[in-house]
């Protein structure tokens, strides 16, 4: 079903790639677009550019692109900054939107810059703001009416544990909070959707299963029936009414024009735009489908095989997005030892190695491929060897 | 002296590029600079690239490049995000600096995204802050002991008026005030000293005299005696003081690493990092002068051969940029007749038609070609043209 989307990308010779959910691969289509833009555009057509080459209206244009991907309405997600900022965008413009609440609820499996991020925010607002943690599994219960925002990522970046977000988004509601999901982990990889969930923002990188390249832009979505409601506070002159009219004071834009900030990454962008090529004909439901089944026989043959590795993900594929993680002491060695052998995958600390299966590029065979690289390596505890101590990592 | 440096940027047949203000010229190296990030790092690499192809590192790495530009010791620079964002990073950054005052000085030449940037950050505050905002030339009166922060950018856009930094800063520092520098009009202009100076926060983009390509990624300049008492607002992963611990609370890294928020946008990184390479052995008071030369004899030209036009930049070359501005009621519909004969500069509303004068791919026949198609238009009146009347334009 995939063997043309597998066509789409390059993948060096040797390598099993089960690491999309850190950065995907590139789109051999990026090479053309992005050149392209650079002399065809940048080159030749200069600052007009901006008007002629529809650089400025790229963040939208390209924004509606992966609004379909999560079920965004077009018109209502926006490209731009980095998923960081994107975050205090939202839980900034959610705290606003319930002025008399002080307590935003996240979870302990949440990715750390979200967190941070809203404590740079709270240090700034100095109200008397709490963001309180607490376990993933206890946020059904937390949700009640001294919470003014819920702050989630929908896929554990250690675990792969994928929230409830229908329910989840449906009893905050039903409490009166405004809800922000981070989609970094579940946009590309399954099938989301914004609208029916009825979620009032959510945003997410695209450099992980949407292949847009190392730190592509972040997106944000807001729902249409809020958007006119929030007041930036990020408020740049992109996200101006008019940007051009050079006023002193600022005034924000129509709709999600005003999540805008700064000049946009136009060549960014342009490989984002090419990668997003790939999902052009696929259906959301195949990809989430053949990733559970890829999910699966890579849990039964490591389990049959490996039996040190401790499954770390739900056992349950519904309660699991596109990636499986185990726990291992020496988790870090062992995922350098696969690295080595060409199976790259990740590690996060204390002791998980994760696979993404990303069905676009990644088939049975691989899997096949991959558990008996990994078994190889654990009966030879080539784990153990010095060359594989060193640590670093990236998300 | 700079025939050199024109061999490095790539400009069309036909064009004199007097808009390198705006959007600095594709230089040459960038294709080849991008299209092994490309193939050789992303798509050989993939997700070893953020260590083993040096792309985490790449924001302070290319920082000190442009800190070189701007007279910045080494480690004290860093890259990322937009203008914007940096503008905001160091007015919060500089409040809380200063906690016992509550007014930001800034002037009505400020760039407007400057502006917004501090409202939108007053507004989430709400603390009691005040914006004041004075004619250019009242800024050194109004220094006093109530101000907190000072926000001005060095070149006017619209006009190329030269603040005077040093002496501002100084005046500035003696009031107790904290200083950010907008060195988006200079940085690559004109010599820039930072630290003779003895700024607190210089913020600049690199798409204009950098050459960095649309969008390109901002820089914030902090200084080290200020640093490490610097708490970020925008507090993401990356400025943390172990990223890939993944701990659940903020602690900001060290020295100029705190000020990083989220990945590194590393294709654009790569852009950048080609455009600078025109700066290898350029004087930057080489380029000063000759940008005073070449302006002297635009002005010069225009003022004796189309007398409609009024010189709207300071007189003095001592007080401008690297810019010369005109106004002249039809100075949209001029600069479309302009640009349909092959000379590309810019318009800002009201009235204003602006010209840069950039020695590295410009030089004197440039001048004296733009000098006869401008006069030529101006004694044809070819601006009442309606074709060149449709409103659009990017700064």
């Given amino acids: 079903m995939f063997s043309a989307t597998r066509q789409r990308f390059h993948l060096p010779d040797g390598v099993i790639y089960l690491d999309g959910n850190s950065l995907g691969p590139l789109p051999v289509a990026a090479r053309e677009k992005v050149a392209s833009l650079l002399d065809g555009q940048w080159g030749e057509y200069l600052i007009r550019g901006w008007n002629q080459c529809g650089w400025m209206d790229a963040p939208t244009r390209i924004g509606d692109r992966v609004g379909k991907l999560i079920g965004a309405p077009v018109g209502s997600v926006v490209m731009g900054d980095t998923l960081s900022i994107k975050v205090y965008q939202a839980v900034s413009s959610a705290l606003e939107l319930n002025p008399g609440r002080r307590i935003i609820l996240s979870d302990t499996g949440n990715f750390p810059t979200d967190l941070y991020m809203v404590q740079g925010l709270l240090r700034s607002l100095d109200r008397g703001y709490t963001l309180k943690l607490v376990e993933p599994e206890e946020v059904a219960g937390a ?73 592509a832009p972040a997106f944000i979505y807001v729902a249409p029936r809020l958007v006119d409601r929030v007041r930036p506070a990020l408020s740049g002159w992109l996200g101006h009414a008019e940007p051009f009219a050079f006023e002193l004071s600022y005034a924000s834009g129509a709709g999600i024009d005003r ?137």
């Fill in 259 to 395: 999540m805008r900030v700064g000049t946009p990454p136009v060549i960014a962008l342009a490989a984002l735009d090419a990668a997003l090529d790939a999902w052009d004909g696929v259906d959301m439901a195949d990809v989430r489908r053949m990733s559970v089944e890829l999910s699966e026989q890579f849990i039964a043959g490591v389990e049959s095989q490996c039996p040190e590795l401790v499954l770390a993900s739900p056992r349950n594929s519904e309660d699991r997005g596109s990636q499986v993680s185990f726990s291992f002491a020496e988790g870090f060695a062992l995922m350098q030892a696969l690295i080595a052998d060409g199976v790259i995958g990740d590690f996060r600390a204390p002791d998980i190695v994760r696979f993404a299966f990303t069905p676009l590029y990644i088939d049975r065979h691989d899997v096949t491929r991959a558990i008996g690289i990994l078994a190889d390596i654990m009966r030879d505890r080539r784990w153990e060897s010095t060359q594989f101590q060193t640590r670093t990592g990236v998300t």
């Fill in 143 to 215: 949700l009640d009416d001294s919470v003014a925002a819920l702050l989630l990522t929908q896929v554990d970046y250690r675990t792969g544990r994928l929230h409830d977000m229908p329910s989840l988004t449906q009893k905050a509601h039903a409490a009166g909070i405004v809800t922000v999901w981070d989609l970094a982990h579940s946009a590309g990889a399954m099938a989301v959707d914004v609208a029916s969930c009825d979620v009032d923002f959510a945003v997410g990188c695209t450099y992980k299963y949407l292949n847009g390249g190392p730190g």
